[in-house]
């Protein structure tokens, strides 16, 4: 048996991306831009300095990834540490503070602020 814990979303960025683009998109990436969800007409940016998950619309020639349009949105904190802190959040019966988050993540106290705020809302 293993634990939860171990599963590799939490711990490896490009598997963290994986996992939430197979619940996100579960035939396959969609242009949050213009619609689009042809997978001919949209290409995967593997340069070596790209951010991982990083895609390129073809029809309406726009960059994006899976956080565009979710509560991922504008967050620079690694997608892995989102999956931890969601994980702690809806496995906990009375909730988690910021500080909580802060302290098990080790992460910042403003990112565990808005990533706790972010979780919350998705929440309601
Ligand atoms: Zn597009």
């Given at each position: ?83 931890q802190a969601i994980y702690l959040m809806c ?10 988050l802060q302290r098990t993540l080790g992460v ?17």
């Amino acid at each position: 048996m293993s634990s939860i814990l171990n599963a590799p979303y939490f711990h490896d960025e490009a598997a963290a991306y994986e996992y939430v683009e197979a619940h996100l998109w579960p035939n396959g990436p969609v242009c949050p831009h213009c619609g689009n969800c042809d997978s001919v007409r949209i290409g995967r940016l593997t340069g070596k300095s790209t951010r991982i998950g990083l895609r390129k619309c073809y029809d309406c020639r726009k960059p994006f990834t899976v956080k565009v349009g979710t509560i991922f949105e504008d967050s620079h904190a690694p997608m892995r540490y989102w999956l931890q802190a969601i994980y702690l959040m809806c496995s906990s019966k009375k909730g988690v503070s910021t500080r909580q988050l802060q302290r098990t993540l080790g992460v910042g106290l403003k990112t565990a602020w808005f990533m706790g705020h972010r979780i919350r809302h998705a929440m309601v």
